[in-house]
Each structure stands twice: as C-alpha cells, then as structure tokens.
T-cell receptor, first 120, second 114 residues
C-alpha cells in the first residue's frame, strides 16, 4: 500500500511567484494535516481536513496560503505570492479515522517525506 | 501556552552505547505524547505514543519512553544504539480535544559514531 506522497519533493521559486504543493494521503484516510518546518525551528501545525472540510485552520500563517481538498482525496497547498519567510519543509500527514490523539485510538498519523520549498 | 522542549539539538553517541533523548512539555492536563523519527529522505515515522496507564511505553526499533508527570518529561531511551538509528527525533504532544493537531519540539539530531 502506498504511503503519503507529496509533490514536488523540492521547489525553488522567486519571491512573488506562486507555488502549489500537493499531498496524496493514504487511500481511505479521511483526515489530512499540513505542517511546516521553517529552518531551525519546530514543526508547526497548519491545518486539518476531515474529508473535504477544514476542521481546523488555526495554524495557517496568513491569507497568502490557501489549502484545498476537493472531493476529499488529495490536497493542495498554494502559496501566492511567496515570500522569503515561506521557505521551509512542508509536511502532509493522514490518518484513517478520528484524530491520533483520541484516547484508546490506534489511529496513527502517517507522514509524507515533505516538500522542501526555497524562496529566493 | 502548550509547548514542547527538546533541550539537545544534536547528540553524538558511539554505536552500542545507550541513548537518552530528553523531552519536556508544558501542558495543563495529562497530554497525549509521541515520539517520531525522521531518517534522511523519509517522512516522519511514529516510534511510540503514551495516552494513559503504564508510564513506561515500548515502541518500535527497540525504543522506549517514560512519562514522568512530576517532571513534565517524556524521555526516549534505547539501551544499545545502532548506526541505522542516526536520524532526527521529534517529541510531540497532542492537546486533548483539539482534533489531530500535534505540537512538536525542535527536534534532536542523532549522530552515531562507529
């Protein structure tokens, strides 16, 4: 079974350009999460989808970031226009049923290998 | 505010030596705690998790972690490190009733000397 896959693995763009990151979760996983790690910092939560609905987008840094999950399958994260401080590694994760923090749950969040975004 | 601290940014141990990676959290209630590992070119992989019950948790690859409420710690241990354990390790807390959100520490990079 394929894991969580992210495209592209690396992206280098100029400030002001637009970039779209894609995440394909594990088939059948309703929950999809985006995280970001800026150089030297901790991995930070961006948002959580349940199927196609945004359950929690409290971590989205500003309105230059737009996440979508049409049809409840793959998700895209668009940055428009990109700024230098957007550079970092963007991780996607998915889980089958319910959040991984639910007591008694055996649900695990599976992470992709990340997309390294460099804005120059 | 909820937070996770991993005091050691980089640790080097000799192969066969024991390992302990430190993790401290700040959270008002008993949290759900996790350790993840990221090997080069790979995604984050769950090593182990603590929800409740026995405070010593066994994970994959021979790792274990101990929850100590009095110290707000969840340190990761391995009795004998293998060269393949070289990776970056992340401690995380999942606040209760906040969906699937994980709050991560800064990560500890482990190097293994032959």
């Amino acid at each position: 079974e394929a894991g969580v896959t992210q495209f592209p693995s690396h992206s280098v763009i100029e400030k002001g350009q637009t970039v779209t990151l894609r995440c394909d979760p594990i088939s059948g996983h309703d929950n999809l999460y985006w995280y970001r790690r800026v150089m030297g910092k901790e991995i930070k939560f961006l948002l959580h989808f349940v199927k196609e609905s945004k359950q929690d987008e409290s971590g989205m840094p500003n309105n230059r970031f737009l996440a979508e999950r049409t049809g409840g399958t793959y998700s895209t994260l668009k940055v428009q226009p990109a700024e230098l401080e957007d550079s970092g590694v963007y991780f996607c994760a998915s889980s089958l049923t319910g959040p991984p923090n639910k007591q008694g749950s055996n649900t695990e969040a599976f992470f992709g290998q990340g997309t390294r975004l460099t804005v120059v | 505010a909820q937070s996770v601290t991993q005091p050691d940014i980089h640790i080097t141990v000799s192969e066969g030596a024991s390992l302990e990676l430190r993790c401290n959290y700040s959270y008002g209630a008993t949290p759900y705690l996790f350790w993840y590992v990221q090997s080069p070119g790979q995604g984050l992989q769950l090593l182990l998790k603590y929800f409740s019950g026995d405070t010593l948790v066994q994970g994959i690859k021979g790792f274990e972690a101990e929850f100590k409420r009095s110290q707000s710690s969840f340190n990761l241990r391995k009795p004998s490190v293998h060269w393949s354990d070289a990776a970056e390790y992340f401690c995380a807390v999942a606040p209760y009733n906040q969906g699937g959100k994980l709050i991560f520490g800064q990560g500890t990079e482990l190097s293994v000397k032959p």
